[in-house]
């Protein structure tokens, strides 16, 4: 009989995400056959499943760290936010619309079916499922209808663990708050809570623990340290890009600026691991630093609304004089369309604006058209001659001179454009720098040496480091009764 555990927060970026990847890999080591799930999710950074469709990025690495292929049923809704025509959906792995926010929670009854199907399905042959929650179950007035949380908690029968993160402070009010708040039903499901971020001696909350506990009489499972090894995965939320802070002394800097629709940004992950690159999020008001040598534009969920912002905060001004400095620019998917000269949108797919000019820095334009190219691919780098693999995520079609010097080629198709110069280019293919070969081509065309490591075999590693990390410090009781039994 499978297993079943779902872990909620007390509020958004908690680190369920993080946990779970981590239990999974500590499950997968010692031998069950575990598998994520995460009802509903609302990210712009995306990942193709490897059954073909799209699912949060998270539970995608999730995924890899349970050592199983990666499912659209481990994430059948995902909601992804656009401008003013509110936020796509995705609905086991291909798109179902668009909806507003109360439009939304008006459709999300409706939802609830295809969820169950889902969870289902991944229950089928796995000893453990471990399910995500998404925001807080204490947003009572969300209750009604919800599929993220306790509505789904209840429907399925599955128990909760509450995720309290200590480092934003007032954790314990927000335990008991929850407990408070919560409707019966629901404050059944929870059977006790993890404590996240801890800094310092633990034992300093052994009065914290009591209290929580006479409050509400759930047991802690764990108070978990800030885990070191978790810098080393990949972000699903942009809020973490508040929190990265300029670097220096490096011998390369690359520059990002932060789209309001940023989408995709895990594919920077790989530079920030280089150790002589000072990768930099641009943050909007800040301008794109001088000193840097490259400048990549990252993909967007709204490529028209994200180029109006970026003319607004004159980066686009920025951007030309980093050229005439020497500097060189990538643009991977929206970045890629913000390049060229034009951006059509004839069907107002993205919102109600139509055309936009664009940065006009490669000589191409695109044309928005609702079939949406969603793939994993396999591709060589025309322009350094290295192999890539990556996926594709992307609406719109780009077309133009440009085009003629490919930098890539995916499935034997030419993909992207770029400038004569060779200073400017763009592609569709995303991950373009987890290729450690490309990578080491790349930063050795500024005169650095780099992408010796395997940014994927790192992944994997911390991964297994912060399986170990959590092993170290969950109740030993409580662990094994979840992931007991077995041996690697």
Known sequence: MTQKIMLQGTGSDVGK??????LCRLASNRGLKVRPFKPQNMSNNAAVSDDGGEIGRAQWLQSVAARVPSSVHMNPVLLKPQSDIGSQIILQGKVA????GREYQALKPKLLGVVMESFELMCAGADLVIVEGAGSPAEINLRAGDIANMGFATRAGVPVVLVGDIDRGGVIASLVGTYAILPEEDRRMVSGYLINKFRGDVTLFDDGIAAVHRFTGWPCFGVVPWLKSAARLPAEDSVVLEKLARGGGKALK???PV?????????LDPLMAEPEVDLVFVRPGTPLPEDAGLVVIPGSKSTISDLKDFRGEGWDRDLERHLRRGGRVIGICGGYQMLGARVTDPLGIEGSEREIAGLGLLAVQTEMAPQKTVRNSL???LEHDVPLDGYEIHLGKTTGTDCDRAPVSIDGRRDGAMSADGKVMGTYLHGLFGSDAYRAALLKSFGIEGGGGNYRRSVDAALDDVAGELEAVLDPIWLDRLVGGKTA
Request: charged share 15%.
């Open 17 to 22: 995400s993080v946990l779970v990847a981590g």
């Open 97 to 100: 619309g668009q909806a507003k």
């Open 254 to 256: 690359v520059a990002v």
């Open 259 to 267: 789209l309001s629709r940023i989408a995709n940004f895990d594919d």
């Open 379 to 381: 591709a060589w780098s």
